[in-house]
């Protein structure tokens, strides 16, 4: 089956250090996207990547405190940047299938990066 | 704004009894998901529904989409302790190809 993997998957960190997760697909995608699900809670998205282009972020997010790359088809990062408590949380990437192994339509979620900072 | 309501947002129930979870949405859409949480894990994608009066079955799962209520069900048949997990329904976006809105999840919670 498909592999979508993050580095780390949980790390404790300090307030004010940054943190960059990665995200890796075993296949070529056109879109990543980076969630954060706070503890009991559901998905929020952050941004979207796309190769070649800035990555769009979505009401509440900026690029100042979460800054991504997309320097490949199948790669992507998120920092969490100047951390604070409030950032403890699971950290996603998804992406969009495009045919087998992952059927279109949907998309498909990595293992998760849980983060807690003290 | 596209709004997602699910409810019961926390179940418990016996083996081998029937339920079903509620997802409904404030605005039109195109298609709805369903997914599965277990503790600490990822999300695992249940069911795509694209198409008013869509019906997908796995196992003692099965979802349906009604597009003019604005409202798809996710039904437990014979429940059975492996089921217990989180789901979330989620609806795309008319406005964007990918964006979903996500529903708050369903605690659901099988006792043998």
């Known amino acids: 089956s498909a592999v979508i993997s993050q580095k780390p998957s949980r790390d404790i960190c300090q307030r004010g250090t940054s943190l960059t997760i990665q995200c890796q697909v075993d296949?070529?995608?056109?879109?990543m996207f980076w969630y954060r699900q706070q503890p009991g809670q559901s998905l929020t998205l952050i941004a979207t990547?796309?190769?070649?282009?800035?990555?769009?972020?979505e009401s509440g997010f900026v690029i100042d405190k979460f800054p991504i790359s997309r320097p490949n088809l199948t790669f992507s990062t998120l920092t969490v940047s100047n951390m604070s408590p409030e950032d403890s949380s699971i950290y996603l990437c998804?992406?969009?299938?495009?045919?087998?192994?992952?059927?279109?339509?949907?998309?498909?979620f990595g293992p998760g990066t849980r983060l807690t900072v003290l | 704004e596209l709004k997602v309501e699910q409810n019961p947002l926390f179940l418990s129930m016996q083996e081998g009894k029937n339920y079903t979870i509620y997802c409904n949405y404030s605005?039109?859409?195109?298609?709805l998901y369903w997914y599965r949480q277990d503790p600490g894990k990822s999300l695992e994608s249940l069911f795509v529904?694209?198409?008013n009066g869509a019906v997908k079955q796995e196992g003692r799962l099965m979802a349906s989409l009604d597009t003019k209520a604005r409202l798809s069900t996710l039904h437990i048949t014979a429940a059975v302790h492996d089921l217990s997990a989180t789901y979330f329904c989620?609806?795309?976006?008319?406005?964007?190809?990918?964006?979903?809105?996500w529903g708050a999840g369903t605690k659901l919670i099988i006792k043998p």
């Open positions: 998804s992406v969009e299938g495009q045919g087998q192994p992952r059927p279109a339509d949907t998309q498909y």
């Open positions: 296949s070529q995608v056109t879109m």
């Open positions: 990547a796309n190769q070649g282009s800035e990555a769009t972020y």
């Open positions: 605005t039109t859409s195109d298609r």
């Open positions: 529904l694209l198409s």
């Open positions: 989620a609806v795309g976006h008319m406005d964007s190809n990918y964006q979903l809105i």
